[in-house]
C-alpha cells in the first residue's frame, strides 16, 4: 500500500522567546507581511518536529526581514490536541499561528478529540518528509533486515516508539512496516512519546528496541554517529545518508509525513490573507529554501482553501487506513 502525501494523509505553557530580531535590508513593508506580536504555538515537547519547524520557519521569517519579534512556545499534550483546543478557543486572534501536520490528524482521532483541525483556519502546507527507521549506536541490528527478522520472531517484545499518538505518522509507518513484514499489526508494541524530542531519549538510552520519527529530528544524532539509521519510509533515499527505503530492503511501505501551519477560526479576510502572504514570502525567500535541504524536508508548499481541502481528504485517509490494518 502507498501511503503518500498527495493522497493521503492545561499544562502550562512553556514559553520560549526565539531570540532578537535580526538585523536585515527588508522591512515586510513592502508585501504586508508585518504582523507585531505573532506567536507560533508548538503543539508537543521541544525538540520535535513541530517545534524544529515552528522555531525554523520564525528564525527565517526575521532573518528575510518578513516579520520581527516572533514568539514560539510550546503546549505539549495528547498528541497535539491539547494545543488545537487551546487555538481554536482563541476565535478571532490573528496574531496566533499553531505548527502541526498529520501526527495531529490522527491524535484527534484517536484521542475522540471535541476539537478537530476543522474547526481552524487553513494557511499552509511547508514541508513533506520521510521517517526514519533508526536504533541506538550500541544496538545488535546492524541492518534493516536484522532487527525485522528478531521483530517477526517476537512482536510483542520488541516495542517500537513513535513520536506521535495512534494514527499519526510514526505510528503509520511501522504499523504498515509490520504489515509488509508479515506481522499482524495488532500484535506490534508500539510505544506512543510526545514528539521526538522525548522518543530520542529512549532510543539512545535502549527502552524501545527501535524508533520512528522525521529525519529532520534526528539529522544531527545520525550524522553523530549517536543513532544508527536502518531504512527511510519513503521512495527514495535521502541525500547524504547511507541508508536503503524499506521498498528498496524488499519491504513494500512508501510513506511520507508532512507539516503545516493553521490559525484560530473566526479571522477576517485581512487577517487570514496576512498571515498567508506571510508563508508565501517565506517559502520563497533563500533562507527558507537553505532550511528545506538542511533538514532533508521536501517542498511541499501548499496554501488556503486548498490546504484545507487536503486537511479534509487526509482525516478521510487515517480512518481508512487504520481501519485496513485493523486498528
Known amino acids: 500500500m502507498r501511503l503518500r502525501t498527495p493522497l493521503a494523509l492545561l499544562g502550562a505553557a512553556v514559553l520560549v522567546l526565539v531570540g532578537p530580531p535580526l538585523l536585515t535590508t527588508g522591512s515586510g513593508t513592502e508585501t504586508g507581511t508585518q504582523i507585531p506580536g505573532l506567536r507560533f504555538m508548538v503543539p508537543n515537547t521541544p525538540g520535535g518536529g513541530y517545534d524544529i519547524t515552528a522555531r525554523t520557519a520564525a528564525k527565517n521569517a526575521e532573518d528575510a526581514g518578513l516579520t520581527h519579534n516572533i514568539e514560539v512556545f510550546n503546549l505539549p499534550g495528547a498528541g497535539g490536541t491539547v494545543g488545537l483546543s487551546r487555538l481554536v478557543s482563541e476565535h478571532g486572534n490573528g496574531k496566533l499561528a499553531m505548527s502541526m501536520g498529520l501526527g495531529v490528524v490522527g ?4 484521542n475522540d478529540a471535541p476539537k ?17 527507521v533508526v536504533v541506538a549506536k550500541d544496538s545488535p541490528y546492524k541492518t534493516i533486515d536484522d532487527l525485522v527478522g528478531a521483530w517477526k520472531k517476537s512482536p510483542g517484545k520488541l516495542p517500537v516508539g513513535g513520536g506521535s499518538s495512534p494514527g499519526g505518522p510514526d505510528h503509520l509507518a511501522p504499523m504498515l512496516m509490520a504489515r509488509a513484514a508479515g506481522i499482524p499489526p495488532r500484535q506490534v508494541n508500539y510505544i506512543p512519546f510526545d514528539g521526538g524530542g522525548e522518543l530520542l531519549a529512549s532510543i539512545l538510552g535502549n527502552k524501545v528496541a527501535f524508533g520512528v520519527s522525521g529525519v529532520g529530528e534526528y539529522l544531527d544524532q545520525i550524522k553523530a554517529g549517536e543513532l544508527r539509521l536502518l531504512a527511510v ?9 547511507d541508508a536503503p527505503t524499506l521498498r528498496e530492503a524488499g519491504y513494500d511501505v512508501d510513506f511520507t509525513n508532512w507539516r503545516g501551519v ?37 517542498d511541499a508548499f501548499l496554501t488556503g482553501d486548498k490546504f484545507g481541502a487536503f486537511l479534509d481528504a487526509e482525516d478521510k485517509r487515517v480512518v481508512s487506513v487504520l481501519k485496513e490494518l485493523g486498528l
Open 233 to 241: 519510509t519513503g521512495p527514495e533515499r535521502v541525500e547524504g545518508l
Open 262 to 298: 493553521v490559525a484560530p477560526p473566526g479571522l477576517g479576510d485581512g487577517e487570514r490573507n496576512k498571515l498567508v502572504r506571510l508563508v508565501e514570502e517565506l517559502h520563497g525567500s533563500d533562507e527558507w529554501q537553505k532550511s528545506l535541504k538542511q533538514n532533508g524536508w521536501d
Open 107 to 110: 491524535a484527534v482521532r484517536s
Open 116 to 132: 478537530t483541525l476543522g474547526d481552524t483556519t487553513p494557511i499552509a502546507r511547508l514541508t513533506e518528509e520521510q521517517d526514519v
